[in-house]
Nanobody, 123 residues
C-alpha cells in the first residue's frame, strides 16, 4: 500500500507560479514511479508528468512541456511539481499518482491516487 498526500494548490494569476507537493508513505517506495494527473471541470483526466525513483527519467504531457518541472526528494519521500507560466487552462484538480509502471500514470490509470489539490488560474 502507498498513501499519497498532496499540498500546495491555490489561486494564482495567469503567468504566475505554484509548486505542488506530494508526500508518499508506504513500503518499497523505491519501486514506484510517481507523477501527476489533472482533471478540469467537464473534461477527461489529463496526464501531466511522471518521474522515476532515481529522478533520471521524467516525462511530460504536451500541454505542460517547457512550463512544468517534476522533481523528487527521496529523503523526504516527496515529489514536487513546479508550475510556471500558468494559464487559465491549467485550472484543474491535480492528483498525485504512483505506480510501478510508468505507462499506467501516462494512461491515467495508476494504482494509487492522492486526494487531489485544486489549482485555479485567473485570467
Amino acid at each position: 500500500q502507498v498513501q499519497l498526500v498532496e499540498s500546495g494548490g491555490g489561486l494564482v494569476q495567469a503567468g504566475g507560479s505554484l509548486r505542488l507537493s506530494c508526500a508518499a508513505s508506504g513500503r518499497a517506495l523505491n519501486n514506484y514511479y510517481m507523477g501527476w494527473i489533472r482533471q478540469a471541470p467537464g473534461k477527461d483526466r489529463e496526464f501531466v508528468s511522471h518521474i522515476s525513483w532515481s529522478g533520471v527519467s521524467t516525462n511530460y504531457g504536451d500541454s505542460v512541456k517547457g512550463r512544468f518541472t517534476i522533481f523528487r526528494d527521496n529523503a523526504k519521500n516527496t515529489v514536487y511539481l513546479q508550475m510556471n507560466s500558468l494559464k487559465p487552462e491549467d485550472t484543474a484538480i491535480y492528483y498525485c499518482a504512483a505506480d510501478v509502471v510508468a505507462k499506467e500514470i501516462q494512461d491515467r490509470a495508476p494504482r494509487y491516487w492522492g486526494q487531489g489539490t485544486q489549482v485555479t488560474v485567473s485570467s
